[in-house]
């Protein structure tokens, strides 16, 4: 790969897609190999070995299909669920909607514990809830990108195990896995549901899971198939096993290169420097310095309680006055790219910066510093403008 370098470009910092480093990008273009052989299974077997160490499990059953993550809400329900099952679904944002309305459209029955915008759910609400009916899945998404809330999966998981140890813990880690902090097995997790965009820094295209014991026992004792073709474990566990022992096996076919470039994003996460856990500390220091700069011009944060804000993204209000059209094509001219915002009751009122991956573990390209600056800049042109119009 030497001396491979990616073309100049806008600054990705949405909260996924992110920017991805030159050596994944260059194993995504890997010449075509086939999925059968001795090589790919080596990659892909490694892949599932590196994916348990990225969670901090040693029982754990990855999946790696191809698809968005999701593909994840789809093997959850299809394979935990049966018609009449009850889960608990602890909702602060966009996607804990999207998430009950996969579990209502494979049958689950579904209550919730909703949280106020810019907060989390209430453990007392939890642990309530737990006492009052026996739940098959307690779900919830770690962090919620419509809003930068992040649930404290801790000590969810250790309510859920606590009150309701037969319960199944399921978190949604779409936009946290690779950059908060999760230990798998210590915390008593079940399942972590994730995609390759985001904090795995992989371009996107593969739903990666990882499934308990419990959660695939739980699985194996269903009474009925499950309810999905494509998201069926009884096709893919036999696939994933073959694959880590180093036997080809098919069912439909993987994203060959995509592999390659996980394989790549893996092995920086997992077998160089900084360590995982250096990583984690490195996305909290970026994410205050980013929450404070913002803070510093009077840029007001979504989360209402800085201990439920993520540490890969800030959501930010716009403000008095100002919407995304002012701001957020300033920000394009500066080649920075951000998002608007998704929550359906406040999405013209704030935007979203995506703060993952190299962006913040390589100090040396000065993204931050970009970040912050173009941000900054941009308010300030667009609080000028609004006041001389109104002059």
Known sequence: MSGFKQEPHKLLVIPGPIEVADEVLYANAHPSV?????????????????????????????????????????????????????VLLLNSGYFGDSFTECLLAYG???????????????????????????YKIVAFTHVDTSTSVLSDAKAIAETVNRVSPETLVVVDGVCSVGSEEILFDQWGLDVVLTASQKGLATPPGLSILIASPKAIKVFEERTRPPASYYASWKKWLPVMKSYESGIPAYFATPPVNLIYAYHASLTQLTKARPSLQERFALHRKASQRIKDELASIGLKQLPLDPYYAAN?????????????????????????????????????????????????????????????TAVKESISEALAEAESKKA
Not at 108 to 127: Q, W
């Open 108 to 134: 689950a029955e579904v209550d919730e514990v909703r949280a106020d915008f810019g907060t989390a759910a209430d453990l007392n609400d939890v642990e309530k809830a737990l006492k009052a009916k026996k």
């Open 312 to 372: 890969g993204m800030t959501a930010v209000y716009f403000p008095d006055g100002l919407k995304a059209p002012d701001v957020i094509p300033r920000l394009l001219k500066k080649n920075v790219v951000v998002a608007g915002g998704l929550h359906k009751s406040n999405k013209d009122k704030y935007f979203r910066i995506g703060h993952m991956g190299i962006t913040i573990v390589n100090e040396e390209r000065g993204d931050v510093d970009k970040i912050i």
């Open 34 to 86: 086939s999925h059968m052989s001795a090589e790919f299974i080596q990659v892909i077997g490694d892949c599932i070995r590196m994916t348990r160490e990225v969670l901090f499990s040693t029982t754990g059953q990855p999946f790696l299909i191809a698809g968005s993550g999701t593909l994840g809400w789809d093997q959850v329900a299809a394979n935990l669920t049966e018609p009449g099952d009850s």
